[in-house]
Structures are given as structure tokens and as C-alpha cells.
């Protein structure tokens, strides 16, 4: 099955900007790997931030903003909040199935 | 108000089985693909099944294949994860998820695989 990295740990500051990325052991990450972006505080259920590479749903906040960058995934955010905080999943398709990445806990501080 | 409510999780033995559900409302169910994801305490997301969205297709981790089988029943709005020969590994929560551009998911439903 494949492997799908993504930093461990990130930190920014507040209002800062980040990208954090999501790779595959198979090569580059294309479209075809239909990325999703997932966020999880502690406690509580995952909530989907950005599918299919790029797309965003109503809930999620203008800063958040999905693309491919040097052949991986990845989700910028612009203007980091407090609440921002947390461990943050990407997804990829692989022949039919999905992967997780292991998760970036974000720090903002 | 859209909501996914997973229920049948509990205590089981090795070799036990348990058949979760994943009561869906609020939004077009039938017109979605549907994941179920676990998250053992402490660790990261790990995907194990998804079905499309009239149940023609389906596929599983590799960790799950040929034990956990995925069902919808799109006239009750509910999907269904057949869990047979648990082991303690595979202990976790177990979430219910729809994809694409619906992207809910429920709360959770806590499965204790020990003897």
C-alpha cells in the first residue's frame, strides 16, 4: 500500500502564512490523487477542509486554500488564527483506494 | 441540519464481529460515495473502506480485506460496516464520512476489541 508523508509539525505565527505538504511514495501527487484536506482539534470529529485538490465548502475559512505545489499537495494558510491550532490530514486516491497521511499537528504561536 | 450518527460499536472479543451503522440526514445521501474511517486512541486517520454511492463499488485497506465488508441502504439513508474476526488492532473509533463536495462526518462510534 502506498505511503503518504507529511511534516510532522508546523509553526506559525498568528497572521502568518503556511503551507503544509502531503507527498507519495509512488511519485508526484497529480489531480488524479483527488487530494482532501482534513482538520481535527482535540476531542473532537474531523471536519473536511478542501476536496478534490482545491475545492472548499461553505464552512471552510477563506484562508485555507488547497493546490499542487513541486509535485505534492498541499493547504496554505494565510493569515493564521488562535484557533487554527490543530492536527491537519491529507487523503489520496491509490488505485482505487484512500491513504491518510500520518497528520501535521500545527502549532501557532 | 445535516447530520451523520454511527451507532453499534462496543466491547468485543477476539474473533468477535460487530456491525456498525451510520444513520445519515439532512443531505442527498444517495448521492454520495461514503468512507468509513478509524482512528485507534492517541493516533492519526486511517481510511478502510468506501462505497459508491449506489453500493456497485466498493474497496477496503488492506489491514480490513476479506473481514470488514461495506453496505448502504440508500431507501434508509443509513450505511453499514459488517466487522467479522476483530482483533485488537483494530480497536479505535470508527467515523462515517461522505466525500466530494457534501464532506460530513459523524461523531464517532468507539469499537474495544480485548478479551
Known amino acids: 500500500q502506498a505511503v503518504v508523508t507529511q511534516e510532522p509539525s508546523l509553526t506559525v505565527s498568528p497572521g502568518g502564512t503556511v503551507t503544509l505538504t502531503c507527498g507519495s511514495n509512488?511519485?508526484?501527487?497529480?489531480?488524479?490523487?483527488?487530494p482532501y484536506w482534513f482538520q481535527q482539534k482535540p476531542g473532537q470529529a474531523p471536519r473536511t477542509l478542501i476536496y478534490?485538490?482545491?475545492n472548499k465548502h461553505s464552512w471552510t475559512p477563506a484562508r485555507f486554500s488547497g493546490s499542487l505545489v513541486g509535485g505534492k499537495a498541499a493547504l496554505t494558510l494565510s493569515g493564521a488564527q488562535p484557533e487554527d491550532e490543530a492536527e491537519y490530514y491529507c487523503l489520496l486516491s491509490h488505485s482505487g483506494a484512500r491513504v491518510f497521511g500520518g497528520g501535521t499537528k500545527l502549532t501557532v504561536l | 441540519e445535516v447530520q451523520l450518527v454511527e451507532s453499534g460499536g462496543g466491547l468485543v472479543q477476539p474473533g468477535g464481529s460487530l456491525r456498525l451503522s451510520c444513520a445519515a440526514s439532512g443531505f442527498a445521501f444517495s448521492n454520495y460515495w461514503m468512507y468509513w474511517v478509524r482512528q485507534a486512541p492517541g493516533k492519526g486517520l486511517v481510511w478502510v473502506s468506501r462505497i459508491s454511492y449506489d453500493g456497485s463499488t466498493t474497496s477496503y485497506a488492506d489491514s480490513v480485506k476479506g473481514r470488514f465488508t461495506i453496505s448502504r441502504d440508500n431507501a434508509k439513508n443509513t450505511l453499514y460496516l459488517q466487522m467479522n474476526s476483530l482483533r485488537a488492532e483494530d480497536t479505535a473509533v470508527y467515523y462515517c464520512t461522505s466525500t466530494g463536495a457534501s464532506g460530513y462526518w459523524g461523531q464517532g462510534t468507539l469499537v474495544t476489541v480485548s478479551s
Open positions: 478534490e485538490t482545491s
Open positions: 509512488t511519485g508526484d501527487v497529480t489531480s488524479g490523487h483527488y
